[in-house]
């Protein structure tokens, strides 16, 4: 296994993230016994990162897991798990939720504690005085009860920006989607490099997309194949983020003992991309976008001509992310911070926007489709 260094911490470059346990009936309905055998299995091989969360698997991820580590001594593994910000309504119960989570997951402390899923819906909130849920972490970790504070995103660039400002400081990690096709469609490249200007270090999740660069499509395996011929997609998608010097973590969701051997395999032995490779499989992922999405730029032509004064970028990069995915919850997630007349179905359909687009984008069918699509979901 390899390990990096982390403020006198060795930590498994593979992290066990706890989101896509195996299952039985139900997303809660968590098959313990093949969880246990993962859990065994990792531990005996290395990993010593368990990433767990309030709201995985209905909430019953925490309990197993901590059920199942419980059995080893508590200075050979660290856990991590994260306050649930993602739901409004826990907005202000920071002390209540953290002392079910220690409950829950039967320890007394927690190594790694993250603000979960900063994000546009719940910016607002997390900035706001009133709450004061990231103070009472930070107060946490002062009482020892937390050792290391950080937090996850899946915002966009500015939202990331205005966290950062102000919490930036008492940050010691960020965990951020990031895999080949996401660095630059999600704009993880930039995010990276701001979190580089931080001086904090980048944890990494979904580092497959979920599953989604394992299984490409024969006109996307094409150009991704041949780039390092011999080696799985799956490998090729995690030797990119052995590539990133500023990751210290790789956090895998991972649904059988299988894929806890396979990955457990890739973090063995380091062997990052080299500048060549890293460009093609870049190249490849510009065309794997390209080809389902629409070549908005962002100059912002349509906007000045649009009577509903919708944000249309920013629609259409929303688009982009929820056609790509085929559905997924950060295109529904970020337009939920956004007023029922700013919406896509806000659209007049009066093509003034597609009159002065220079890509010649149907800005007024794109939306509509959009409205569509996220009806359906």
């Not at 060795?10 to 968590?30: Q, V």
């Not at 313990?32 to 005996?44: F, G, L, Q, R, V």
């Not at 009577?307 to 929820?322: C, G, R, T, W």
């Not at 337009?335 to 806000?346: C, F, R, T, V, Y």
Request: aromatic share 12%; net charge negative.
């Amino acid at each position: 296994m390899i390990y990096r260094d982390f403020k006198g911490l060795k930590l498994s470059a593979l992290g066990f993230g706890a989101m896509r346990l195996p299952t039985g009936s139900s997303d809660g309905d968590i098959n313990e016994a093949e969880t246990e055998k993962m859990i065994d299995y990792a531990i005996s091989h290395g990993i010593n990162y368990f990433d767990t969360a309030w709201g995985y698997h209905d909430g019953n991820s925490e309990t197993v897991v901590g059920k199942y580590l419980k059995k080893y001594d508590r200075s050979k593994y660290y856990i991590a798990t994260k306050f649930p910000g993602y739901d409004l309504k826990n907005m202000g119960h920071a002390a209540e939720i953290f002392e079910k989570q220690l409950e829950k997951m039967q320890a007394n402390y927690f190594d790694f504690y993250l603000m979960h899923n900063v994000c546009e819906l719940n910016i607002e909130q997390y900035l706001d005085p009133q709450y004061q849920d990231t103070e009472y972490m930070i107060a946490q970790r002062a009482a020892g009860k937390i050792k290391h504070l950080g937090f996850s995103a899946h915002g966009d660039m500015e939202t990331l920006k205005r966290f950062l400002e102000k919490y930036g400081s008492e940050m010691e990690f960020c965990q951020l989607q990031i895999n080949y096709l996401d660095w630059e469609f999600q704009e993880a490249d930039r995010k990276y490099k701001l979190l580089e200007k931080y001086n904090i270090p980048v944890w990494v999740m979904e580092p497959l997309r979920g599953g989604r660069l394992c299984e490409l499509k024969p006109y996307e395996a094409e150009a991704v194949d041949k780039i390092r011929p011999g080696i799985s997609q799956t490998e090729l998608a995690f030797r990119f983020i052995q590539s990133l010097p500023n990751v210290k973590v790789t956090l895998s969701g991972m649904s059988s003992l299988e894929q806890v051997q396979q990955n457990i395999g890739f973090f063995e032995e380091e062997k990052p991309l080299n500048s060549e490779e890293m460009k093609q499989l870049l190249e490849a992922a510009k065309g794997m976008v390209n080809n389902k999405t629409v070549p908005c730029t962002a100059c912002h032509y349509c906007v000045s001509h649009c009577p509903a004064e919708l944000d249309i970028p920013k629609l259409l990069n929303l688009y982009n992310e929820h056609y790509f995915t085929d559905g997924g919850f950060i295109a529904p997630m970020a337009l939920a911070a956004m007023g029922e007349d700013k919406q896509p179905s806000a659209c007049l359909s009066c093509g003034s926007c597609a009159a002065v687009c220079p890509q010649r984008i149907d800005i007024p069918g794109t939306l509509a489709k959009f409205a569509e699509m996220l009806a359906k979901h």
